[in-house]
């Protein structure tokens, strides 16, 4: 978390529980006014590790055709 110097005491806890949770697979993060982006990633996920590549299509594709992939336990 030293990444992400401006965050609360709160809002570190929420993280670290967001990043350790068995059903989350990709955490991303990013300051308001700072350049850094924080992610972390399960690394059994084949979409998470495909965002955390960096590379082939901008973010905001990857993060639209992960708002249309089915949920977890969903059909498609």
């Known amino acids: ?3 992400l110097p401006s965050l ?4 570190r806890l929420a ?4 990043v350790r949770s068995p059903r989350t697979s990709l955490v991303v993060v990013k300051e308001l ?6 992610t ?9 590790g495909y965002v955390t590549q960096g ?5 905001s594709m990857q993060l639209e055709r992960i708002y249309h992939l089915p949920s977890y ?3 498609e």
């Open 33 to 38: 006014h700072w350049p850094t982006v924080f």
């Open 8 to 11: 609360t005491i709160l809002e």
């Open 1 to 3: 978390m030293r990444y």
């Open 73 to 75: 336990g969903e059909d």
């Open 15 to 18: 993280l670290w529980v967001l």
């Open 55 to 59: 590379d082939a299509e901008p973010a």
């Open 40 to 48: 972390a990633a399960n690394p059994n996920d084949p979409i998470s």
